[in-house]
């Protein structure tokens, strides 16, 4: 297994475009995560999936953003209605493990987002 | 929530020498504290990471301390090398979050100099 891949690696796209991104987690690992990265930023956390329920959110994930992962295994992030604030780039992580001790993540080299 | 501050922002260091990151953060129920270093154009790579049960870790060139009574924890990289150029980023992981989601630190721009 070579880790987490994600799909594509650049996408640029013009505001009010919908977008979608893929990420594949490591074999067998049952948690998948999303986060944002802006310039000179650390990663922002925005959902997480235990298997294929959607079990956490934050507030950074507005009603333009939805996640899936459908059978448990690859997930995908889509923004509707791109905005030029939307430009980051989104980067997914999966774990193995329950959630006491923390499961180590680990992270995906990400899709760089540019709307124009 | 929790929050990390990191310092400090850049950090140059002649090759050989040693390098010294340090992190602070708000919540006392944290209990899981990663290290992440990233490359240009790359996603983060986890290098070390300590539980609140230990005091200090170390694989080989580097290590990590976390002080729970003062909140803070630092990562200590020796003979620096070339290749440790990169932003590295701390974090922690609250306890009220069933997610076991990450909070970063804003992260340390390391330079090697040769």
């Known amino acids: 297994d070579t880790g987490v891949s994600q799909d594509p690696r650049h996408k640029i796209t013009k505001r009010g475009q919908n977008v979608t991104f893929r990420c594949d987690p490591i074999?067998?690992?049952?948690?998948l995560y999303w986060y944002r990265q802006t310039l000179g930023q650390g990663p922002e956390f925005l959902t997480y999936?235990?298997?294929?329920?959607?079990?956490?959110k934050s507030r950074l994930l507005s009603d333009r953003f939805s996640a899936e992962r459908p059978k448990g295994s690859f997930s995908t992030l889509e923004i509707q209605r791109t905005e030029q604030g939307d430009s980051a780039m989104y980067l997914c992580?999966?774990?193995?493990?329950?959630?006491?001790?923390?499961?180590?993540?680990?992270f995906g080299p990400g899709t760089r987002l540019t709307v124009l | 929530g929790e929050n990390v501050e990191q310092h400090p922002s850049t950090l140059s260091v002649q090759e050989g020498d040693s390098a010294v990151i340090k992190c602070t953060y708000s919540d006392s129920a944290s209990n899981y504290f990663p290290w992440y270093k990233q490359e240009l154009g790359k996603g983060p790579q986890l290098i070390i990471d300590i539980r609140s049960n230990v005091g200090e870790k170390k694989d080989q060139r580097i290590a990590v301390t976390l002080n729970k009574t003062a909140k803070h924890f630092s990562l200590h990289i020796t003979e620096t090398q070339p290749e440790d150029s990169a932003v590295y980023f701390c974090a922690a992981s609250p306890l009220d979050s069933s997610a076991s989601k990450i909070i970063f630190g804003s992260g340390t721009r390391l330079s090697i100099r040769p």
């Open positions: 074999s067998e690992h049952n948690r």
């Open positions: 999936f235990q298997n294929e329920a959607q079990l956490e």
């Open positions: 992580a999966s774990s193995l493990g329950v959630s006491f001790p923390p499961p180590a993540q680990y």
